[in-house]
């Protein structure tokens, strides 16, 4: 009798930005890791451009096999430029900043 199993959940190379992945099957890779503030820097989440496709926001869980370099994908979501930088403080420094998008120019005035 074969008794069905789950899938294994994907998993992540964290152990340097670059990496070729897949994540639910499609192929990407890793554009950035993110570390939690602990001393030893566990990798936390992953940021995944899809090669056909939008950026991901990926969250790790446990590491898989015996050393830390892979880690398990907990859950993942597409983000937008709106998304992507508020998860990188982006939107807070623009903030400080003083940052200003352009105004749009009516049809017909001069630039």
């Known amino acids: 009798m074969t008794v069905p199993t789950a899938p294994a959940p994907d998993r992540l190379y964290v ?7 897949y994540i639910a099957g499609t192929p990407g890779v890793v554009a950035e890791v993110v570390r939690d503030l602990d001393p030893r820097r566990v ?3 992953a940021f995944v451009q899809l090669d056909l496709g939008p950026m991901l926001y ?8 015996d050393r830390e370099q892979w880690r398990e994908v907990v859950v993942f979501r597409q983000i937008d430029r709106d998304e992507f930088d508020r998860l990188t403080e982006l939107a807070q420094l623009r903030h400080e900043m003083g940052w200003r998008d352009p105004v749009a120019t009516p049809p017909g005035a001069p630039q």
Not at 15 to 21: I, K, S
Not at 58 to 65: E, H
């Open 15 to 21: 152990e340097v930005a670059g990496t070729n992945c």
């Open 58 to 65: 990926v969250t790790l869980g446990r590491a898989v096999g």
């Open 43 to 45: 990798p936390c989440a």
